[in-house]
């Protein structure tokens, strides 16, 4: 591969290390304000790292890059591994006494918006810990939603071209739409945080609390200031505001754009909107109906909790609001399967997405009618567009590797002493970045502070394969990638 390319990913990997080395700041002004020595670890931390990150940046400052898809799957992971590393430090030296391998677990399970912790006693943790935590959320999902709309398409590795959305607009150059759906999505994200912060408070959190929750809520991220999560707050109106806007955050951005930007409201109609409320709803009542006749809860609060259970895990946020473990083996057996779904393409959200879903159920029936009339033409189609034979060969190709490196996660996670379920779940909770797993230890009521060292490794390293679609980091470990 031509050293230019190496070159220029590194560089701008330094620079986006050098711009979140300088938010440390903000977590060391709050840890100042509420006088917790923390402050100085933040303020050392952007120090180092901004002092490193400014010093390679110089190093391999050049010409202006060539973007090639080499180029983009090499600069995609190592995006990834610097924020992930850069996000760490604050951690590692941090007076909650993580070892690394905890520390880059809580660093990328923020940064991925995964929501698994290591981190026990949230309730008295220092406050720059928490709003640090938030802010990779935060930043995660901008990151996470500018690869589904425009650098996964490109890469033809996952998501949904975003241009074709655009067909109207063919004379307008690529770049300017770009820039401006951009700013168009920056914006809407903002106005998200804000307006669910104001109404978390409200509804009766404390200024901390909702600041630091609808960061995690908008990123689909799940991490929180208290153990217990949104059920330390007992409150079923903050539960269906969470709902509310962990659905919203769990649609293509890409719909909220062109609504704001074109006042298309056509695109409602995106299939995948459709089949991601559907099987929530489904999965959701069921479980409400499930709580009322089996375990005797009030329909109105089996409802508010089954709703937001279900919409925490479909859209891979993570919080909790009790024990769904205790509901019942139904309620388990639902929770591990909604643990794989996931949002749709070009959301926070992250899991299978409901497009592949649509694409494999579509592909699938192609195929038995093909046997039924051989000489028959039978296509795939995406509401009214046809799928090309290249899309339904990558969601294949997803879907089997998903499998695969789950299911040789799992036998990892059962070698290094765990049981099944805690085995299995953790892996598919990583991998879909989820948060939450299923059982005793890293169930709903525990977290991920007492697995060891290794597991932990693996997890991350789950966590980022799932988070980058897998394929996109299987195509850099292959030989072929790396030759002229």
């Given amino acids: 591969m031509n050293a230019t390319i190496y070159q220029s990913a590194i560089n701008i990997a330094a620079k986006v290390g050098l711009y979140l080395s300088l938010t440390m700041f903000i977590p060391a002004l709050v840890d100042l304000y509420f006088a917790h020595p923390d402050w100085k670890v933040f303020a050392l931390s952007a120090c180092l790292m901004g002092s490193l990150s400014l010093v390679t940046v110089a190093a391999t400052q050049g010409g202006p890059p060539v973007f090639n898809r080499k180029m983009g799957f090499l600069l995609v992971n190592l995006l990834w591994l610097v924020v992930s590393f850069v996000g760490a430090i604050p951690f590692w030296l941090s007076s909650v006494n993580l070892d690394f391998a905890e520390a880059l677990f809580e660093s990328v399970s923020g940064i ?47 998501g949904l071209s975003f241009f074709k959305m655009e067909s109207s607009d063919t004379t307008e150059k690529p770049f300017a739409r770009i820039v401006t759906y951009t700013r168009a999505f920056v914006l809407i994200y903002i106005v998200l945080t804000v307006t669910c912060a104001i109404i978390y408070g409200y509804l009766g959190m404390n200024r901390f609390d909702a600041i630091n929750h609808s960061m995690s809520t908008i990123a689909t991220g799940g991490f929180s200031t208290h153990d217990a999560s949104l059920g330390y707050f007992n409150s079923l109106p903050i539960l269906w505001v969470a709902t509310f806007f962990m659905t919203v955050s769990s649609l293509p951005f890409s719909v909220l754009i062109l609504f704001i930007v074109r006042g298309r409201l056509d695109t409602l109609k995106d299939p995948q909107i459709i089949v991601f409320l559907s099987y929530l709803t489904v999965l959701a009542i069921a479980a409400s109906l499930y709580q009322r ?3 005797g809860v009030a329909f109105h609060e089996a409802l508010a909790h089954s709703f937001f259970t279900v919409s925490s895990i479909l859209s891979t946020t993570g919080f909790a609001s009790d024990d769904y473990m205790l509901w019942g083996d139904f309620i388990v057996a639902l929770a591990f399967a909604a643990t794989f779904m996931g949002g749709c393409s070009g959301s926070t959200a992250g899991g299978m997405k409901a497009y592949r879903f649509i694409i494999i159920f579509n592909s699938i029936r192609a195929g038995l009618y093909k046997l039924i009339y051989p000489n028959g033409i039978h296509t795939v189609r995406y509401g009214k567009a046809l799928v090309d034979i290249d899309v339904q060969r990558t969601v294949f190709l997803f879907f089997t590797a998903y499998m695969l490196i789950w299911a040789f996660g799992s036998l990892a996670m059962g070698a290094f002493g765990y049981d099944l379920l805690t085995s ?61």
Avoid: C, Q
Avoid at 114 to 141: C, Q
Avoid at 430 to 458: C, E, K, M, R
């Fill in 112 to 158: 991925t918006t995964t929501g698994s912790t290591v981190i026990a006693g949230l309730d008295n943790a220092p406050p720059g810990i928490l709003v640090w935590r938030s802010l990779l959320h935060w930043l995660g999902g901008i990151g996470i939603v500018a690869l589904g709309l425009f650098v996964m398409p490109y890469l033809r590795v996952g």
């Fill in 293 to 295: 006749l089996e375990n």
């Fill in 424 to 484: 299995a779940s953790a892996v598919a909770t990583a991998l879909s970045n989820v948060g939450a797993g299923l059982g005793p230890i890293i169930g709903p009521a525990g977290n991920f502070s007492t697995l060891h060292d290794p597991a932990l490794y693996l997890l991350s390293i789950m966590m980022l394969l799932g988070r980058l679609e897998i394929l996109t980091v299987l195509v850099v470990l292959t030989p072929l990638f790396w030759k002229d």
